[in-house]
């Protein structure tokens, strides 16, 4: 079975050496048939081998900012699939370690956990979770909680991340990849 990647490059941050990059470290840590889609505003100088689809598929609504919706449409859209970051950098063979489970992010394995929570409770850095690598497979409670919650969602919380930490984390609901499986460049 192929395994579909995706990811999302808009304006001008991350150019298209990032979208080449991936491509390539998914061709030296992936080792079964996969798909690579990137949905972008600007596909010039993307190589030939990934798939672009037009960045409006993923923004129904008016915003200027890369919220929860867009990887949570590409979940409703793909039953299947994993989800990278541009910045995200992949140390290890990564073939193995997807799995059937419904969902599997980043544990902030970077940041202490216990400092973090006690010292920065409040001032926006205590979140845990991270989604610059994501695995889902039919994961239909988060689509619905989701769906069912969205107004309230869209006012608590500015990140997917800080969304997915303190409604699904603390309630046990996510799994998490190995350390050192992924890293990101702003870290």
């Not at 298209?16 to 972008?40: D, Q």
Request: proline content about 3%; glycine content about 4%; charged content about 25%.
């Amino acid at each position: 079975m192929i395994m579909n990647f995706f990811t999302l490059k808009w304006g001008d941050k991350y150019g298209p050496e990032y979208v080449n990059r991936l491509y390539g470290s998914l061709v030296s840590h992936y080792h079964k048939p996969f798909t690579l889609t990137c949905y972008t505003d600007n596909h010039e100088n993307i190589r030939d081998e990934v798939y672009i689809q037009p960045i409006q598929d993923l923004r129904p609504y008016n915003t200027d900012r890369v919220f929860t919706y867009e990887k949570l449409i590409l979940m409703e859209k793909y039953e299947k699939g994993m989800w990278l970051d541009l910045d995200i950098l992949i140390h290890q063979d990564i073939t193995d370690v997807s799995s059937d489970k419904d969902f599997t992010m980043i544990w902030n394995y970077w940041n202490n956990y216990e400092e973090r929570s006690l010292y920065w409770y409040g001032k926006g850095t205590s979140c845990h979770v991270n989604s610059s690598f994501v695995q889902w497979n039919n994961p239909d409670w988060l689509i619905r909680f989701t769906r069912d919650n969205w107004d309230k969602i869209n006012w608590t919380y500015k990140s997917l991340d800080k969304y997915m930490f303190y409604q699904h984390a603390r309630n046990d609901r996510l799994n998490y990849w190995p350390a050192d499986t992924v890293s990101n460049y702003n870290r």
